[in-house]
């Protein structure tokens, strides 16, 4: 079998730079990924979608969070090419009815006879085959709960309507999730039922136009070649595996040290290291399966970076004793010794080949390594986004439930002279199983013979969600201070923030203190062109009165959420108050104490998030006090450019809307 999902490959699929041995701290990649990197996202990728279409009924399905375009029409070409001839494959709109999902009442043929006829549903049509769901995002709750329990039964059962349907319904679920904005994202409850999560949205187009030209980027496909035939023999050997409990301790083991709570994960990472063993030929599962399962399904699932152990704990620094003026200037000068043979990373071999290291620690540390960018970031800012975390119910453009306008998200019983849209086929599915007994009521009169008897309880309405406008609001430091240390980087940082927000269609406002006082730079807008030429103008200079540019905050704050908006509040700042709100400088204590009270202030506000950027050369604790103080996500960023600072803000912010919900 002409595979290559073996050790050699797992070791090059890992995505993201290697924990360090403290366990607090990594290095990410500064900028974008490199080609190597990109070139090892995208074979893992494809490892997953040929685990999958060994066993897509037991591994459930896949999560790929990427935009419509090449680089998810190329994956899911690879993917079904892999599916053995005849294997049943279906596209369901997110906004399927429930009756065409699962089968339900056939509409046409119950109003031709009088009396109740079922209808077979698109997923018992996909019995052993692939169901993929475009735009999955935007799924009702509904559906995904339905097709929740369909994925865990196997089967698809409905009792309404005078009829009972029963139809086996085992197959993989690919929901294509193209969600722009952290907070559209594919039901929590169907991602944890399906073993892989990738997210291509950032991976660059040109390397496939470069594989394709043969360029360097050709070597994406070099160390993958899994063929129908490859898949049709591992599906035939794949119930003769065995796992042992070795094996099983090391996975369980290492989705606990990531936090990934429950058992669903750590059972489709077992199944899928059996998948994994089938592909390459072997009746046992192997360590190296066991580590690419572990990067396969755990590694996108970490909520929390595996801590130390204990005895790599450091420990408290014993006290420095006295030492004569000769002795310390004689060490001072003394050259540092050279220790770099001693500090050279092991070899990978070394580390492969290390008898005796726990597999469980093989695992954990080969799991953590591919973690992905995003992901990874986020959760080291985990810490200090729990503690500062708003608690308000705001979330980014918040749902509003309604009869008139919106997205249309099913329909429910109501009465059309209020202004709802009436919704034809759910009043007629309603009024479809009562025709024959109304009818034979209507006997009597013969103008009513042979029309439909349609009455006011079945009249249907449309049922809408629509999103409150976001408007950004960035509060600027552009004080001396600030302008000395990174005020360049955080006025970078808010244009690219900008433009993200005009690719959301999100409004934004740029409000600026110096001096004395604060400024309203920019009033809310979408025009991308009148923020940068705001930005571009501001100067730097001037004390920091801190509680004044609170305060203008918090005033075009309330005046947003009176009009409905829901406001996130980006404060790029290093914290340190000297200017008082009545603009008198010097009184560093009073200009705190301002200060503090305007963020406590800004707090009051209902559905409001924050987020508190600290952009001083080194954290601040006076701007963590403040960043508490409003119910802020506090991000000390001591050393990072524009882009850094950008992304870590898009991270925090994200974070701190799955706190608010």
């Known amino acids: 079998m002409q595979t290559n999902i073996n050790s050699r490959d797992a070791a090059q699929t890992s995505t993201a730079t290697p924990i360090v041995a403290a366990g607090n701290k990594q290095a990410l990649p500064d900028g974008a990924q490199n080609v190597a990197s990109w070139i090892a996202v995208w074979r893992l990728a494809l490892t997953a979608a040929a685990v999958l279409a060994v066993d897509p009924t037991r591994l459930n399905g896949v999560v790929l969070r990427?935009?419509?375009?090449?680089?998810?029409?190329?994956?899911?070409?690879?993917?079904?090419?892999?599916?053995?001839?005849?294997?049943?494959?279906?596209?369901?709109?997110?906004?399927?009815?429930?009756?065409?999902?699962?089968?339900?009442?056939?509409?046409?043929?119950?109003?031709?006879?009088?009396?109740?006829?079922?209808?077979?549903?698109?997923?018992?049509?996909?019995?052993?085959?692939?169901?993929?769901?475009?735009?999955?995002?935007?799924?009702?709750?509904?559906?995904?709960?339905?097709?929740?329990?369909?994925?865990?039964?196997?089967?698809?059962?409905?009792?309404?309507?005078?009829?009972?349907?029963?139809?086996?319904?085992?197959?993989?679920?690919?929901?294509?999730d193209e969600g722009i904005d952290d907070d559209e994202l594919a039901s929590v409850a169907l991602a944890d039922r399906l073993a892989f999560q990738i997210d291509l949205s950032d991976f660059p187009v040109r390397l496939l136009r470069e594989e394709h030209e043969g360029g360097n980027a050709g070597e994406m496909a070099e160390a993958f070649a899994v063929s129908v035939d490859d898949v049709i023999a591992a599906r035939a050997s794949i119930r003769g595996i065995t796992v042992s409990d070795n094996a099983i301790e090391a996975l369980t083991a290492t989705a606990y040290?990531?936090?990934?709570?429950?058992?669903?994960?750590?059972?489709?990472?077992?199944?899928?290291?059996?998948?994994?063993?089938?592909?390459?030929?072997?009746?046992?599962?192997?360590?190296?399966?066991?580590?690419?399962?572990?990067?396969?399904?755990?590694?996108?699932?970490?909520?929390?970076?595996?801590?130390?152990?204990?005895?790599?704990a450091p420990s408290e620094p014993e006290p420095e004793q006295e030492q004569p003026q000769e002795q310390e200037h004689?060490?001072?000068?003394?050259?540092?010794?050279?220790?770099?043979?001693?500090?050279?990373?092991?070899?990978?071999?070394?580390?492969?080949t290390n008898i005796d290291q726990p597999l469980e620690d093989v695992v954990l540390a080969a799991t953590a390594a591919a973690i992905p960018e995003k992901l990874l970031l986020k959760l080291m800012m985990q810490g200090s986004a729990s503690r500062g975390a708003s608690k308000s119910s705001g979330s980014s453009g918040q749902v509003h439930n309604g009869t008139k306008r919106g997205r249309a998200v099913g329909s429910v019983r109501g009465d059309i002279r209020s202004g709802a849209r009436m919704n034809v086929l759910a009043t007629l599915r309603a009024a479809a199983p009562w025709q024959r007994l109304r009818a034979q009521s209507a006997v009597a009169d013969p103008a009513r013979v042979g029309r439909l008897h349609i009455r006011k309880e079945d009249f249907r309405v449309n049922r809408y969600q629509e999103r409150a406008e976001t408007t950004t609001l960035f509060v600027v430091d552009a004080s001396g201070s600030s302008a000395l240390n990174r005020l360049a980087e955080a006025k970078g940082a808010v244009e690219l923030l900008l433009a993200d927000c005009y690719i959301r269609r999100d409004r934004v406002s740029v409000i600026a203190f110096r001096g004395r006082t604060a400024e309203v730079l920019l009033p809310a807008t979408r025009s991308l062109v009148r923020a940068k030429r705001s930005l571009a103008g501001l100067p730097g200079g001037g004390g920091t009165p801190l509680a004044n540019g609170i305060d203008a905050a918090r005033e075009m704050a309330e005046a947003l959420r009176r009009r409905g908006d829901t406001v996130v509040v980006v404060m790029l700042t290093d914290g340190k108050a000297n200017v008082a709100r009545n603009g008198v400088g010097g009184n560093r204590p009073l200009a705190e104490a301002d200060a503090l009270s305007a963020a406590k202030s800004l707090r009051q506000i209902n559905g409001l998030r924050a987020l508190f950027v600290d952009t001083s050369p080194t954290a601040n604790p006076r701007a963590e006090t403040l960043a508490n103080a409003m119910g802020a996500t506090y991000l000390p960023l001591p050393h990072a450019g524009a882009r850094t600072l950008m992304h870590a803000v898009q991270v925090a912010a994200s974070t701190s809307k799955a706190t608010a919900r």
């Open 257 to 312: 040290a990531l936090g990934v709570d429950g058992m669903r994960a750590p059972n489709l990472a077992i199944n899928t290291a059996r998948a994994i063993a089938a592909l390459n030929g072997r009746a046992v599962v192997s360590d190296d399966d066991v580590q690419l399962a572990g990067r396969l399904v755990l590694a996108p699932r970490a909520t929390r970076l595996p801590q130390p152990p204990e005895d790599a």
């Open 330 to 352: 004689e060490q001072e000068q003394a050259p540092p010794e050279d220790n770099s043979q001693d500090q050279e990373p092991p070899e990978p071999d070394q580390v492969e």
């Open 66 to 176: 990427s935009r419509a375009g090449p680089v998810r029409d190329t994956w899911l070409r690879e993917f079904l090419a892999m599916l053995p001839p005849g294997a049943a494959v279906k596209r369901v709109p997110s906004n399927i009815a429930d009756g065409r999902l699962l089968g339900g009442l056939d509409l046409a043929s119950t109003l031709a006879t009088g009396r109740p006829v079922a209808e077979r549903g698109v997923l018992a049509d996909c019995d052993g085959g692939v169901a993929i769901f475009p735009m999955a995002e935007r799924m009702s709750s509904y559906t995904a709960a339905k097709l929740a329990c369909v994925i865990d039964s196997g089967v698809v059962i409905v009792e309404r309507d005078g009829f009972q349907l029963r139809h086996e319904a085992a197959f993989a679920a690919v929901l294509l």
